[in-house]
Nanobody, 118 residues
Framework: QVQLVESGGGSMQAGGSLRLSCAAS????????MAWYRQAPGKQRDLVAS???????NYTASVKGRFTISRDNAKNTVYLQMNSLKPEDTAVYYC????????????WGQGTQVTVSS
């Protein structure tokens, strides 16, 4: 079973930066897709950004140009660099992975709180 450990959340004033990390363990194969989701109070969990094992990325419109997702396949770790933070970025951020080897699986992290004050 793949386990995910997230780190890097916290509180920041608007305009600041934070970097989230998520390390996957329990599988020697690198996940096909690694992603970050977020869930604000009273709202559904939405995709923020994703990255494939080949480095192809996808971002939700509201974070394009401000957030950057990257991964280190050797470490099975995904990062989310968040710049120019806004109060509307406040949410619990969840790491997510999807893999196909040695069998198809998905896994979620425990979530890390990001709070941006104006």
């Amino acid at each position: 079973q793949v386990q995910l450990v997230e780190s890097g959340g916290g509180s920041m004033q608007a305009g600041g930066s934070l970097r989230l990390s998520c390390a996957a363990s329990g599988n020697s194969f690198s996940p096909s897709i690694m992603a970050w989701y977020r869930q604000a109070p009273g709202k559904q969990r939405d995709l923020v950004a994703s990255i494939t094992s080949r480095g192809n990325t996808n971002y939700t419109a509201s974070v394009k140009g401000r957030f950057t997702i990257s991964r280190d396949n050797a470490k099975n770790t995904v990062y989310l660099q968040m710049n120019s933070l806004k109060p509307e970025d406040t949410a619990v951020y969840y790491c997510y992975v999807f893999g196909r080897l040695p069998y198809e699986y998905t896994s979620w992290g425990q979530g890390t709180q990001v709070t941006v004050s104006s």
